[in-house]
């Protein structure tokens, strides 16, 4: 049963920062590229971050370029977020994802989300 359980997020000051982690399970999590999204209340859901399968290679959106960084550890089948100068903009729920295409078939999972909210 694959599994993908967010946690980490909570209330934080502006400024402030906060770590996300994603643990997974079910799947072979080091053949797969990670990436964090996030939706706020009324919005879309927003492409946050994304990291390949070996780590090697990260992108992030404009608006979180060199505030936040991705990164994971294959040995604990875990992907993080490390969020830095956190601005009220950045209240979201923030989920982590999964995904992968391999003969021709996309693979695509979804954690739950953690709420993530920035104000004084």
């Known amino acids: 049963q694959v599994q993908l359980v967010e946690s980490g997020g909570g209330l934080v000051q502006p400024g402030g920062s906060l770590r996300l982690s994603c643990a997974a399970s079910?799947?072979?999590?080091?053949?797969?590229?990670m990436s964090w999204y996030r939706q706020a209340p009324g919005k879309k859901r927003e492409l946050v971050a994304t990291?390949?399968?070996?780590?090697?290679?990260?992108n992030y959106a404009d608006s979180v370029e060199g505030r936040f960084t991705i990164s994971r550890d294959n040995a604990k089948n875990t992907v993080y977020l490390q969020m830095n100068s956190l601005k009220p903009e950045d209240t979201a729920v923030y989920y982590c994802?999964?995904?992968?295409?391999?003969?021709?078939?996309?693979?695509?999972?979804w954690g739950q989300g953690t709420q993530v909210t920035v104000s004084s």
């Open positions: 990291i390949t399968s070996a780590g090697g290679s990260t």
């Open positions: 994802n999964a995904n992968r295409n391999y003969a021709k078939v996309k693979y695509d999972y």
């Open positions: 079910g799947f072979t999590f080091s053949s797969y590229a």
